[in-house]
C-alpha cells in the first residue's frame, strides 16, 4: 500500500487578519509560520502551529465553509487553559474540560469565524 498518509491539516475559514491573529496567535498561542497572497490585497492564506498542531487558515471564500470542528488533543489541558484564562482575551473565558462518556475530558472554543476547537485530553 505503499508509505502511510501523515496527519492531515485543517483549512479554517477566516474573515479579518486581525481577528485571525488576536485569536490564534496573540490568545492561543500558535506562531505563524507562512502567509501566503497572490497579489497585495488578496485574501490571506496561512499556516500557523503549536507543537504538533498544524492549521491552515483561509480568508478565500472558496477554500471552505466557516463553522468547521476541529478536535485537537491537548495533553496539559489544565495548565493551557489556566493560561487562556489569565490572558484576559475580551471575547472568550474558557471555563473547565468536563469529562464526556467516552472517557475524555473536552471543551470547545468557539474563534470570531464561527469554528470550533474541541481540545481534549485523557481523563
Not at 490564534?24 to 492564506?45: C, Q, S
Not at 477554500?63 to 495548565?79: M, N, Q, Y
Request: hydrophobic share 40%; glycine share 8%; aromatic share 12%.
Amino acid at each position: 500500500m505503499g508509505k502511510p498518509m501523515k496527519p492531515a491539516i485543517p483549512i479554517l475559514r477566516s474573515f479579518d487578519e486581525t481577528k485571525a491573529r488576536e485569536f490564534y496567535v496573540t490568545f492561543l498561542g500558535f506562531k505563524i509560520d507562512w502567509e501566503h497572497r497572490f497579489a497585495e490585497g488578496m485574501p490571506l492564506y496561512m499556516q500557523i502551529s503549536r507543537g504538533d498542531c498544524v492549521l491552515h487558515l483561509s480568508e478565500h471564500h472558496g477554500d471552505c465553509a466557516p463553522g468547521a470542528r476541529v478536535r485537537i488533543e491537548t495533553p496539559d489541558l489544565d495548565a493551557y487553559l489556566d493560561g487562556l484564562r489569565a490572558a484576559n482575551y475580551k471575547y472568550s473565558k474558557p471555563g473547565k474540560a468536563e469529562l464526556q462518556p467516552w472517557g475524555l475530558r473536552e471543551i470547545d472554543l468557539a474563534d470570531p469565524f464561527g469554528n470550533h476547537l474541541t481540545l481534549y485530553a485523557a481523563a
